[in-house]
């Protein structure tokens, strides 16, 4: 538990309101309640500072007098909320053998794993060697971990899981701000990841943690080999991803959704239910439900922008010429 005045000092800024308030974590702008602090770098997320239930906010001047609460103002809202989100991060203590507080329910457990504080497993679960399991993890029951898996703080999985060897659940996600100086800082990412029912997790794949929500793979997602999930993903119900896919930070991905392997998928993008999406593609923009592809060959950086510029313009050279060949006809 911070004051409000503590974290002014620690990121330098100006103090509007309560400097005896007690802020015990962040959250989003949206979500923010009583003893939260939060932070509003956009004018577009105005709405979401006017109807505020945060006990504080960090913005710019700009946005002082929309400020229904609290306010820290900062010349640069990015920076200051990666500097105050390591106040809030925990770190697992517990470095070897199984810590006394955790809760196993079941028998298989292999002799050089490690399982940290509060861990809950439950029944028929089957642990295998050189698994790392961190503080205050929930897996549910009839859970297959293989070898050399790392389930970071904080993760929840639910009942009959698959996870492959390799995997790491819970990793810290790609998150930085730049400071005047071109020094970046990383932001620690204080959400965690929440793993449904019946889901598979091929080997050597990456989910990381939300920055301040949680990243979710819901009931009956199965993932391939080496798939990095970023930050703040929600992947619906029974969604297949096949393998080298990267789905980037906040994108949504309705039920049923078939991702090809080798594909890319940008941040903050949204696929409707039952989208499917041809390996090797691109996904720049919102989705339909749908099949689609998008690739081409590859070729020199300033020859693609040129045959971008044509493709985009084809339609309208077709019906030109249509009307041309129509002249033609007609003399």
Known sequence: MHTLGEIATYIDAKLIGDASIEINSLASSANAQKNQLTYISKRKYRTDLLTSKASAVILDQDLVNDCPTNALVVDNVHLAFAKISHYFKQQSTHLNGIHTSAVINSNNIANNCTIAENVVIGQNCRIASGTVIEANVVIGNNANIQANVTILQGTTIGNNAVISAGSVIGSEGFGNALDDQGHWYSIAHLGNVVIGDDVNIGANTVIDRGTLEDTQI???????????????????????????????????????????????IASHMHLDDGTIVTGSSTVDKHLSKGHYTGFTSISPHSDWKRSQLWLLKLDKIISHLNIKLKHLKGS
């Open 218 to 264: 819901q009931n009956g997602v199965h993932l391939d080999n080496l798939v990095h999930i970023a930050h703040n993903v929600i992947l619906g119900e029974h969604a297949a991803i096949a393998a080298g896919v990267t789905v980037g930070g906040s994108a949504v991905l309705g039920k049923y959704c078939q991702i090809g392997g080798g594909t890319v």
